[in-house]
């Protein structure tokens, strides 16, 4: 026998749900197979077979909270489970039963809860109109242990309960503990995206052929960023304790937004990588964090966070810290506006930017500076040219 145990799950990570469990007891195993996904608070981890043979037990359902080194399930190594030395011709010669559950005389409410219970209706006769099968029925053939708030009504209204997973519990956790630790203010900006889409229209396709990656605009965010930062040094610092630490280096956050949730993955090292090499980074780990693939070291530290609700349609918002992060910078929606260029109106592809701050070290002054200079390398991108 060889334990199934749980991996190391990182710095600052002491505990893991077990999520799905992607074999189940009696079932053979090949070495380095999925065994089991556990979900800890910032990322997904999957556990695989270290040998081959059978999953002789598990020890840890789904659900379970489990801690670094605990014992999962167990492995017989080099056994062969009895379903696995069927050959396939004695699989292909069994007989094809027709499923109960797609008979007509089921109504709406009877036909999920045979589903849901696997109910075979074959021998069970129906007493509604025309032989039809009803909840009553189904109750009498064995499920009456089943309580009356798990068989919904035909004509009640829906509740639907899931527990939230780890991810989510952590997400609403730190988004209230940066609301209670922070003093939060937002300032806003609009900024003119036309000489970038400009140039993104004429560089784009040699760009990808250059690069085999897109042009988009978060590259000229970044960069614009990290001039900022460095200017304003305040902004890319943080409290600890009576203590500001200025950090010398410039590792962004970008959130990216998943089916459990929003993560922050991290541009490490921001001010020395191109334009090309921002896109590639963020497009990787975006892919990863939507795959479930993100590392806890992809995911540890950052000195400032982007978020882009614009890609969701959001006009306006005001986002929340990422601590122990002092701001985050907010992108919303292009829209094609009236605005007046030396007196005379002209329609522009606008956005507005919003910069969310710790006031207990960043001033109103510093904020508003800060966000003016981002906008000020935007509307212009030749200035990356004299501060790269």
Known sequence: MSNIKVPPLGESVTEANVGKWHKKEGDSVKA??????????????????????????????????????AVLGEIKAGAVSEASSKSSEEKKDEPQKESSHTRDNLSPATRKIVAEK????????????????????????????TSSAEIPAEDARGEERVKMSRLRQRIAERLKESQNTAAILTTFNEVDLSKIMNLRNRYKDDFVKKHNVKLGFMSF??????????ENPIVNAEISGDTIIYKKYYDIGVAVGTEKGLVVPILKDADKLSFAGIEYEIAMLAKKARD??????????????????????SLLSTPIINPPQSAILGMHNIVKRAVVIDDKIEIRPMMYLALSYDHRIIDGKE???????IKEYVEDPELFCLVA
């Open 292 to 313: 479930g693939k993100l590392s806890m070291q992809e995911l540890t530290g950052g000195t400032f966070s982007i978020t882009n609700g614009g890609i969701y349609g």
């Open 118 to 145: 696997n109910i075979d209706t074959t021998n069970i006769t129906g007493s509604g109109k025309d032989g039809r099968i009803t909840k009553s029925d189904i109750i009498g053939e064995g499920i009456k242990e």
């Open 32 to 69: 380095d197979e999925l065994l089991v996904e556990l979900e800890t608070d910032k990322i997904t981890l999957e556990v695989t077979a270290e040998s081959s043979g059978i999953l002789q037990s598990i020890s840890a359902k789904e659900g379970t909270l489990v801690k670094a080194g």
């Open 367 to 373: 904020a508003v500076t800060f966000l003016s200079k």
């Open 221 to 230: 965010f970044v960069k614009a960023v990290v001039a900022a930062l460095k």
